[in-house]
């Protein structure tokens, strides 16, 4: 779930060509799961190869990270660890959101309501052990780097930003601004997707980036109060406050400063409202929440290095193992080796793993 800042950050959009020579820590977990709830057929049947076996998130890894690839793009995927022991309920809560949402997409596919259908298959995608695993050999085969986190993925990732290995740290979850990212990129595993919605006028999913020290500057706090507004309106470790959305949280802490004060506040108060707000404050650890943003484990770890993509492991993974297209999985290859030739010569490096 992540934090909701959405309606109080600024986002500038740019182009995958924009992102040309810049290495990127990605957010595998996240960008899992994305590929896991977005690559499905029209009743929400996710693809599958001929034993059955969920192969969407191979689908997805695979020709996205072509694509960015192509565009001299040098991703890094950071997976997760173990989560702090504070995340146990908001797991328990997703699993159970995954079951009902399991349940109610058979119901609808049975009943022929495709639409209701697809919805619910998307709020029901389950990451497993096994796919995670598949997920790191292809990457390895694409060759490219994979990182693994001891605990959150996106603090790492954030860590390897502010070390420099990498230019910014993509996510769809606003996490990695609380754990200190100075660059971080949205909608880098689903740009040139379309956005659903009611307008008749289907709008291009664009990449954005977002500056964290230029947001902190517009909105007039500091980081730590930019967590404090987080804990308000809702993080994975604590439920929001009824009634605080994003711009009145913003509001209170740029008034009072700090949750301490806004707790104090809302005892003192005579309104009932505000009276059960501080009750719902008090039994808020935020503390501790502040402590995991503030101070996540800290990792000794190298630079790291890309490689030419190997052909034959790829064909074996994507085509014997899981029935992929093999033309189209050779054309894919072909096409990216050209595109690397020419980023090569670009760049007059000697050999494509030199460009990398």
Known sequence: MGTKLGDIVDATP??????????????????????????????????????GRVTSHLSGLFYRNINLLENGIQPVYVFDGEAPKLKAQEVQKRREIREAAFIEWKTAQAEGR??????????????????????????????????????E??????????????WASASQDNDSLLYNCPLMIRNLS????RRGGRSSTPKMISP?????????????????QLIDIAILVGTDYNDSL??????????????????????SVFKKSKNPKDKDKFEELQKIP??????????????????????????????KILCTEHDFSEPRVQKSLER??????????????????DFF
């Open 242 to 263: 009824t009634g605080i959305g994003q711009k009145t949280a913003l509001k209170l802490i740029k008034k009072h400063g700090a949750l301490e004060e806004i707790k």
């Open 286 to 315: 935020y503390d501790e929440i502040r402590d995991i943003f503030l101070n996540p484990p800290h990792v000794e770890i190298s630079t790291p290095k890309w490689s030419n993509p190997k052909s034959d492991e790829l064909q």
């Open 153 to 166: 993925g996106e603090a790492l990732a954030a860590q390897m930003a502010r070390d420099g290995l990498v």
């Open 114 to 151: 495709i639409e209701d259908a697809l919805k619910a298959a998307k709020g029901s995608s389950k990451l497993t052990t096994p796919m995670i695993e598949e997920s790191k050999n292809l990457l390895t085969a694409l060759g490219i780097p994979v990182v693994q986190a001891p605990s």
């Open 190 to 193: 689903l740009s040139g997707r």
């Open 336 to 353: 990216l080796a050209s595109a690397l030739e020419e980023l090569r010569g670009a760049t007059h490096q000697s050999t494509l793993s």
């Open 208 to 224: 954005e980036l977002i500056d964290l020290d230029k947001n902190l500057r517009l909105l007039g706090i500091t980081r730590e």
């Open 14 to 51: 740019i182009s995958l060509t924009d992102l040309s020579g810049k290495k990127i820590a990605i957010d595998a977990f996240n960008t899992i799961y994305a590929f896991l709830s977005s690559i499905r057929q029209p009743d929400g049947t996710p693809l599958t190869d001929r034993q």
